[in-house]
């Protein structure tokens, strides 16, 4: 008898899994609008978010005009987002928000949609469109509720996404100089150091710049060698003054010492040939 155990138990739980299926079947079926709701609060208030949501879903064109409304729409944008579809989570906030601008989860409603956009943003190797959104969401809430108990969590993730978009600014102006692409990359670090100035990656920046610029002038043509190499010097004079303790000093002060060569073997002709 105890060889059949297993099976018996297996037997009672797939009985006790259907019944419990076929009640939530019957639930979606009915048209006891009052029913569903309670049922739909119950499992949401139980973490059981996909079965709430379904429920929900149907239940909000049949609740208009009825006080339950405002809970249950919000309730609905809040299972997205436990589920984790930011995409979905971020519009029924978004939508609650507009709809119900005095409810008590207004604050709440307008928080969730700005870190629903932060959820979604992705890796910095991609587009960051989704990101720029939600910064500005998570400002735009910022203003709104100066005081608000969300503040600080709303405050760090708009960091990360500066982060991101600040790591993504210099991996691009590096994968420039990687690819031998000078030029653009002395302007992608140009305006890397301008817009970050004080990141932690300006050192390096510095320094790939200043090399950035002396392979430039190394690959130049001749009329254009001189003016390159000079902007050498001053990348190097800005490098030094900024990082006299760099581990790449010595490679900057060779670079600063061959353009001063470079520039000395270039003949007043050429120059006038610029």
């Known amino acids: 008898m105890l060889s059949f155990r297993p099976t018996f138990f297996v037997l009672l739980l797939s009985a006790l899994l259907l019944g419990s299926c076929s009640g939530y079947q019957k639930l979606l079926k009915s048209g006891d609008v009052n029913k569903k ?3 739909a609060v119950q499992y949401y208030d139980k973490g059981d978010f996909f079965k709430a949501g379904t429920l929900l879903e149907d239940l909000i064109p049949l609740l208009k005009g009825r006080p339950e409304a405002e809970k249950a729409q919000f309730y609905f944008a809040n299972t997205n987002y436990r ?5 979905l989570s971020a519009y029924y906030f978004r939508s609650f928000a507009d709809t119900y601008p005095n409810s008590q989860y207004a604050e709440e409603a307008n928080f969730l949609h700005a870190k629903s ?9 991609l587009d960051q469109t989704n990101t720029y959104s939600a910064l500005e969401s998570i400002q735009d809430f910022l203003n709104r509720y100066a005081s608000s108990q969300f503040r600080p ?4 993730m708009s960091q990360e996404l500066q982060k991101k978009l600040e790591n993504k600014a210099f991996q691009s102006a590096k994968l420039y100089y990687n690819i031998r692409y000078y030029q653009s990359a ?3 670090f140009t305006s890397f150091q301008q817009q970050y100035p004080a990141s932690a990656f300006n050192e390096e920046a510095a320094f790939l ?17 001189r003016e390159r190499y000079l902007e050498v010097l001053a990348f190097y004079q800005n490098f030094i003054d900024n990082y006299p303790q760099s581990r790449n000093l010595k490679t900057a002060e060779t670079m600063y010492s061959k353009s001063r060569e470079e520039i000395a073997k270039i003949k007043p002709a050429d120059t006038a040939a610029k």
């Open 209 to 225: 710049k200043l090399s950035a610029q002396y392979d430039l002038a190394h690959e130049s043509v001749p009329e254009k060698q």
């Open 37 to 39: 709701y309670e049922a």
């Open 153 to 156: 969590e709303a405050e760090n």
């Open 83 to 87: 589920q984790r579809n930011y995409v």
């Open 186 to 188: 002395v302007t992608a």
């Open 117 to 125: 956009l932060f959820r979604d943003s992705p890796e910095f190797e």
